[in-house]
C-alpha cells in the first residue's frame, strides 16, 4: 500500500487529534481564510515584524502586560474584542485584514486570538515546519513548498466553529493543485476532493466566498463585508509566512 504524503483536514475536531500524532517530520500549512489567516499575511505585508497567535483573550492580556509595546489584535463572534471581554482593554485591531493597511506596522510585534484560526496555528505547534497561508499568498506558499516539496505534507482548514469551511476546503484544494504533481499517486482522498472543488469553483472565486457560511455572515455586517472580496484576491502579496519556534509568525525568503 503507497503511503498517502499530502492530506487535508477540513474541521477542527481533527485539532485534537493532532496533538497525538507525531509532527515532527510534517510540513503544516494552515488557513483560515475569512479571515485569520488573511489578516496575518496582510499584517505581514505592511511590515509587522511578527505575529504571535494565542488562544485566548487572557493571554493576549497577559503578553500585553510583560510587553506593552505589542499590538492587540483578535476578534469574538466576528467582532473586534472590546472592553467588556478584555478588563476593559479595546483591543487596537479586530480581525479584519483590511484594517493592517491604515496603520503603520513596520517592526511592530501583533498579538492575535481569534475563534478558529489560532486554535488551529496552535493545535499544530509540534510540526516540523509549519507555514501560514490564504488565497492573498497562495502562489508564494505554494513555490516554497514545491522547490523541495516535503515528504509529509499536511494541509489545516480551520473551519468554522466545529465544522468545514467552504473557503479554507477551496483554498486547501487550491494548494493541492499547485503541488498536485509532486505528490500524485501519494495523495488522500480529502486531498483528491478538495482539489476537485477547487477546479470547480476557481474561476469564480469571490462568489464562491459570498456562499460560504462565513461569507454571508460577513455580508451582513456593513463594517465587514468588504473582507470577502478582499480575501478572495489571488496573490496579492509576494511573501510565505512561517511560525517558528517561539509561536511567532514572521516573514521567510
Known amino acids: 500500500m503507497t503511503a498517502t504524503n499530502l492530506e487535508v483536514l477540513f474541521t477542527p475536531a481533527d485539532f485534537d487529534v493532532l496533538g497525538k500524532r507525531d509532527l515532527s517530520d510534517t510540513t503544516c500549512v494552515v488557513f483560515d481564510v475569512l479571515r485569520a489567516t488573511s489578516s496575518i499575511v496582510t499584517a505581514l505585508s505592511q511590515g509587522a515584524r511578527s505575529v504571535k497567535p494565542v ?4 493571554e493576549a492580556l497577559d503578553m500585553r502586560a510583560a ?26 485591531f479586530g480581525n479584519s485584514p483590511r484594517e493592517f493597511l491604515d496603520r503603520p506596522l513596520t517592526g511592530r510585534t501583533i498579538v492575535i486570538t481569534t475563534t478558529n484560526g489560532t486554535r488551529a496555528l496552535r493545535a499544530c505547534a509540534n510540526a516540523q515546519r509549519i507555514l501560514v497561508s490564504c488565497f492573498l499568498n497562495l502562489d508564494r506558499t505554494a513555490g516554497a ?20 469551511a467552504y473557503e479554507d476546503t477551496l483554498a486547501a484544494g487550491a494548494l493541492c493543485d499547485r503541488l498536485w504533481k509532486s505528490y500524485d499517486g501519494h495523495a488522500s482522498d480529502s486531498a483528491l476532493m478538495s482539489r476537485k472543488l477547487w477546479l470547480q469553483e476557481s474561476s469564480l472565486l469571490e462568489q464562491a466566498l459570498r456562499e460560504a457560511r462565513n461569507g454571508r455572515r460577513l455580508l451582513t455586517r456593513p463594517a465587514l463585508a468588504e473582507d470577502v472580496a478582499f480575501c478572495a484576491r489571488l496573490n496579492v502579496f509576494p511573501l510565505v509566512a512561517e511560525m517558528d519556534s517561539t509561536r511567532g509568525i514572521t516573514l521567510k525568503s
Open 145 to 164: 513548498l514545491a522547490n523541495n516539496p516535503p515528504a509529509k505534507l499536511l494541509v489545516i482548514c480551520s473551519g468554522t466553529f466545529e465544522e468545514a
Open 55 to 58: 488562544l485566548t483573550i487572557e
Open 67 to 92: 510587553h506593552p509595546e505589542v499590538l492587540l489584535a483578535g476578534e469574538r463572534d466576528g467582532l473586534r474584542i472590546e472592553g467588556n471581554l478584555s478588563n476593559n482593554v479595546t483591543f487596537d
